[in-house]
C-alpha cells in the first residue's frame, strides 16, 4: 500500500496508524515493532488513559505469548466466522451482487485522496480503512469513522463477547469517531463449515428413483440417441 501524504497535519495520524498495524497478523516482524507502536500510541495521547491501558494489556498479550499460539489465536479469531470478520462490506452486503460494486467506490475513494492499494489488497479491510483515515484532516476523518459505527460496535461486540484484546483497537477507533461504544445484538452466527458448505448434487432426491421423498413411484423414461457413424479414419470415440 503506498500513502499520499497530505501537507497539513491530520490529528491522531500516528495513533491510526499504529491502530491498523495492531490488526495485522501477529508474525515475528510485527511483534518486534510492538514496542514501537505502543510508544507511539503514548506519544501522541490522542486516546484517553483508559483506552491506551487497554490496548497496552492487548500489546503485553501479543509479546508475552508463544508465537505460534499467537499467530493461531489470530487466525481462529478473524478468519473462522463472520461476526468477527476485519472486512467491513462483509457485514453489509455478506456475498450478495452489492459488494463488487461498494468495492469499486471505495477503491475509487482512496484513489482520489492518493491511497494506492497493493494487487492483494482489498479496499474494505479495517487496517487499510485507517491507513486510509489517517490521511484525511479531522472533520473528514471523523466523518468517515462514523458512518461505519454500527459495523465497529458490531465486531467490537463480538470481540467482546470472546474476551480477546483485540476489542481495545475497535474501541479506540470508535473514541477516535466521537462515537459511544456500546454493545449491540447479534444474529447467531453459523458455524463456519456450514458457510462453506456444498450443496448436496442430488439434494431431495429418492433412492427409488427421480422422485423427490414422498411423491410416490414415478416412472422413469429413456430417451433413444441418434447414433452418428463414423468419419472414415477418425476412429472410434471414447
Known amino acids: 500500500m503506498a500513502l499520499l501524504d497530505r501537507n497539513n497535519p491530520v490529528p491522531a495520524r500516528h495513533t491510526l496508524r499504529a491502530l491498523a498495524r495492531l490488526l ?67 457485514h453489509v452486503h455478506g456475498d450478495s451482487r452489492d459488494r463488487g460494486p461498494a468495492m469499486i467506490d471505495l477503491h475509487q475513494t482512496y484513489e482520489k485522496a492518493g491511497l494506492y492499494l497493493g494487487a492483494d489488497e482489498l479496499p474494505d479491510y479495517l487496517p487499510v480503512v485507517l491507513e486510509f483515515v489517517s490521511t484525511q484532516p479531522r472533520a473528514e476523518a471523523r466523518a468517515f469513522l462514523g458512518e461505519m459505527a454500527h459495523i465497529l460496535n458490531a465486531i467490537c461486540t463480538a470481540l467482546t463477547d470472546r474476551r480477546s484484546h483485540y476489542a481495545a483497537i475497535l474501541g479506540a477507533v470508535l473514541e477516535l469517531a466521537g462515537e459511544r461504544v456500546h454493545p449491540v445484538q447479534l444474529a447467531p452466527e453459523e458455524a463456519i463449515d456450514d458457510t462453506w458448505a456444498e450443496p448436496p448434487a442430488f439434494d431431495g432426491c429418492s433412492t427409488k428413483g427421480q422422485a423427490t421423498p414422498g411423491a410416490g413411484v414415478q416412472p422413469i423414461q429413456f430417451v433413444k440417441n441418434a447414433v452418428r457413424p463414423a468419419s472414415p479414419g477418425t476412429g472410434v470415440a471414447p
Open 24 to 90: 495485522g497478523y501477529p508474525d515475528a516482524a510485527l511483534r518486534a515493532h510492538l514496542p514501537a507502536l505502543r510508544e507511539a500510541l503514548h506519544e501522541e495521547r490522542a486516546l484517553s488513559r483508559d483506552r491506551l491501558a487497554e490496548l497496552d494489556a492487548l500489546i503485553a498479550s501479543l509479546q508475552g505469548g508463544n508465537g505460534l499460539a499467537v499467530e493461531a489465536a489470530y487466525v481462529e479469531l478473524f478468519d473462522r466466522g463472520r461476526r468477527t470478520s476485519l472486512h467491513l462490506f462483509e
